[in-house]
């Protein structure tokens, strides 16, 4: 009968970090095989950990190859899921034991890496954004795992909100049922991925990542089950207009529409056609605002450990 140590496989800088108490950012893998395309997704990852790294803590990217979930990948497993691209099975909670069994490679979505991370003792998570609910979901009941996994798993996910493709309003109240904390960082707003602002309030909001890494702190003495959302707005400089992104994106919607995508294939298949519609500048905002957010998920997981932020 196998356990756990049969299918978690750590890393060896990443369990010497963990075993010493080390700051460590979990990161997901779904970016890499269905966010971008390659090149571009490689380079994106790797610029990802390089960022964690000069903030003081080490990253582990989660994605599952051979019937193993490994927290940690090398550079050659990264540039493979980069190629492999949409042939790898985006991996949430319902599939991850159907991924291992068929030893098949499997990208890690929010959900999946909150679980794999969990797993592995790994606190803190930067992505780009949450999943979340899908506009119409009134009628097709279409809302991501990843909002039931805050309410079951203790991690903290750093994110510039939930993708402009859903609904926020409804991702909020979803977020707000199920007692996850949504954390402004440096704003009362949610932003809204491409763009800083959404027009939906926050109730709450840090200034400083130890702050962050005190709440989450006693989230955890006190004995809360689940996780956090850290929304932290793309930085000024790399966020798009309003008006441009939102008509790419009624656009796109409009298309999937049409052509009946549904499911997982929603989100790759909307942000390729946003991707395309911007020229490309979707693409650039997006590995902005993950870069971003893999500093400030760093600089909190320091501050959890108790060390001084770099840079």
């Not at 039931?148 to 977020?175: M, P, R």
Request: overall charge negative.
């Amino acid at each position: 009968m196998k356990d756990l140590k049969d299918y978690l496989v750590i890393a060896p800088e990443v369990s010497r970090a963990l075993e010493e108490g080390l700051p460590v950012v979990a990161l997901e893998s779904t970016i890499i095989s269905h966010g971008m395309p390659y090149p571009d997704n490689v380079k994106t990852a790797l610029a990802v950990e390089g960022e964690v790294r000069a903030r003081g803590a080490v990253p582990a990217t989660i994605a599952l190859f051979d019937g193993e979930i490994r927290v940690g990948l090398t550079g050659d497993e990264i540039d493979r899921l980069g190629r492999e691209g949409l042939s790898v099975t985006k991996t949430s909670r319902r599939d991850m034991p159907f991924v291992l069994a068929r030893k098949v490679t499997g990208a890690t979505t929010v959900a999946g890496t909150m679980i794999a991370a969990s797993l592995a003792g790994i606190r803190f998570f930067a992505t780009g954004g949450i999943g979340g609910v899908h506009r119409g979901a009134e009628e097709t009941m279409d809302i991501s795992a990843d909002l039931v996994e805050f309410q079951k798993t203790a991690v903290a996910v750093v994110c510039s909100g939930a993708k402009s493709i859903l609904d926020i309003g409804l991702t909020l109240e979803h977020l707000e049922t199920g007692g996850v904390p949504v954390i402004g960082y440096g704003t009362d707003e949610m932003p809204a991925f491409y763009t800083r602002e959404s027009g939906f309030p926050l109730v709450l909001r840090a200034d400083d990542p130890e702050t962050v890494a005190g709440a989450f702190r006693i989230s955890q003495t006190l004995g809360f089950p689940g996780g956090m959302v850290i929304a932290n707005p793309i930085p000024q400089e790399s966020a798009m207009d309003h008006a441009v992104i939102t008509a790419a994106i009624e656009e796109a919607l409009k298309e999937a529409a049409e052509e009946g995508i549904s499911g997982k294939e929603v989100t790759p298949f909307l942000l390729d056609k946003v991707a395309t519609r911007t020229g490309g500048d979707s693409l650039k905002s997006n590995i902005a605002l993950v870069l971003n957010n893999a500093r400030l998920a760093a600089d909190i997981a320091v501050a959890y450990a108790g060390r001084k932020a770099l840079g």
